[in-house]
């Protein structure tokens, strides 16, 4: 009977560090997958200090958006990139425009073979006075650079293709195959049935 109790902790343990992420990037999505990784972070770090042998157990951080506000996608980066605790980002259908940015944060990068990932340039919606709209122009365009730039550095995705895609103005859409050769996926899971 006890190694009953013992199963059903365990997995009731390890089904707390799944995060389902399906939906628009917002502020209540990233909240709740934020709450989740500092909640785990915490227990990990109690462990630790009770136990030095302690191994923490991957966060797994499933993704399917069309993506979002991007400062809320900084924010849900910002915690995965320092998360002592690992966390797997999986993808099992779009991963599109900011939730690329969050997906190749993930330490660990999953994806079925079914996966979708667009990589476009900045959305804006400007309404201001002209010169605001200079301002504000100045501002996007450090902050697409910024984004760019970290997925550069995560991924193999040459700058010259993601440049070429803004100057056109045309999403760049890649299948699991393609993502696994640019270095956006580390894996891509196998089929099992």
């Keep these: 009977m006890s190694e009953q109790k013992t199963e059903n902790k365990n997995s009731a343990e ?9 939906g628009n990037i ?18 990990d770090d109690k462990k630790s200090e009770e136990d030095e042998n302690y191994i923490r157990k991957p966060i797994n951080l499933y993704v399917h958006t069309s993506g979002g506000a991007v400062y809320d996608a900084n924010f849900l980066v910002g915690i995965i990139q320092t998360s002592r605790t690992p966390v797997h980002t999986y993808a099992g259908g779009k991963i599109m425009s900011a939730g690329i940015y969050i997906y190749v944060s993930g330490h660990k990068r999953f994806a079925t073979e079914m996966s979708t990932f667009m990589y476009h340039d900045m959305s804006v919606g400007l309404h201001n006075t002209i010169e605001g709209l200079k301002v504000n122009i100045r501002h996007y365009d450090r902050l697409r650079d910024r984004v760019d730039a970290y997925i550069i550095r995560r991924t193999n995705l040459p700058k010259r293709l993601m440049d070429n895609q803004n100057h056109i ?25």
């Design 14 to 22: 390890s089904k707390k560090r799944d995060i389902i992420f399906i």
């Design 26 to 43: 917002n502020e209540k999505e990233v909240r709740e997958a934020v709450e989740k990784i500092i909640e785990i972070n915490t227990y």
């Design 169 to 193: 103005k045309e999403d760049l859409y890649l299948y699991a195959q393609e993502a696994l050769r640019y270095g956006i996926v580390h894996e891509i899971l196998p089929e099992l049935a």
